[in-house]
T-cell receptor, first 109, second 110 residues
Framework: QKEVEQDPGPLSVPEGAIVSLNCTYSNSAFQYFMWYRQYSRKGPELLMYTYSSGNKEDGRFTAQVDKSSKYISLFIRDSQPSDSATYLCAMDSSYKLIFGSGTRLLVRP | DAGVTQSPTHLIKTRGQQVTLRCSPKSGHDTVSWYQQALGQGPQFIFQYYEEEERQRGNFPDRFSGHQFPNYSSELNVNALLLGDSALYLC?????????FGPGTRLTVT
């Protein structure tokens, strides 16, 4: 079993839709949780950084962490074609990041 | 702020050769990590450098080695290249809790 599981998609939605991206993990010691966006052949871009359980909002993006269920989510409101990318969840394990395999998102105009 | 920079952008090498990749961290960051990302996969941790010492290492063979310089920049060296080493190599710098990635170096081994 992988430490971090993420549905690879692809996930295709119409412009303006609310997108929900999710990851599950197995190591209860993880305390810091991140979401990165990666465009094709580019480096990952940090979108959200959260500590422990709870919600964090930044513009159209909301990150949720449920440590009791070992489940994290990223919500994108009013999705745009420019949001089409691969979204990677990551967990901080003693300063090294453990990544999911990424979910490909396509937002159709 | 230039962010994390990496060079070169692309590289083509032959099996058995050696390669050196370079990284300059974000201004004010003193910790550099290297990751390997195969096509369609998430990045895999190779190792991390802090104060010119390797602080942590992932599950990669000794063919992968690194170095950090006094100005916090770093190099990743891979010896005896294999076809399976073809990947995007990412450098990340950390100056607190968050890690920021560079654009990567795409290595192709033929």
């Amino acid at each position: 079993q992988k430490e971090v599981e993420q549905d690879p998609g692809p996930l295709s939605v119409p412009e303006g839709a609310i997108v929900s991206l999710n990851c599950t993990y197995s190591n209860s010691a993880f305390q810091y949780f991140m979401w990165y966006r990666q465009y094709s052949r580019k480096g990952p871009e940090l979108l959200m950084y959260t500590y422990s359980s709870g919600n964090k909002e930044d513009g159209r993006f909301t990150a949720q962490v449920d440590k009791s269920s070992k489940y994290i989510s990223l919500f994108i409101r009013d999705s745009q074609p420019s949001d089409s990318a691969t979204y990677l969840c990551a967990m901080d394990s003693s300063y090294k990041l453990i990544f999911g395999s990424g979910t490909r998102l396509l937002v159709r105009p | 702020d230039a962010g994390v920079t990496q060079s070169p952008t692309h590289l083509i090498k032959t099996r058995g050769q050696q390669v050196t990749l370079r990284c300059s961290p974000k201004s004010g960051h003193d910790t550099v990590s290297w990751y390997q990302q195969a096509l369609g996969q998430g990045p895999q941790f190779i190792f991390q450098y802090y104060e010119e010492e390797e602080r942590q290492r992932g599950n990669f063979p000794d063919r992968f080695s690194g170095h950090q310089f006094p100005n916090y920049s770093s190099e990743l060296n891979v010896n005896a290249l294999l076809l399976g080493d073809s990947a995007l190599y990412l450098c990340a710098s950390r100056g607190g809790g968050e890690q920021y990635f560079g654009p990567g170096t795409r290595l192709t081994v033929t």
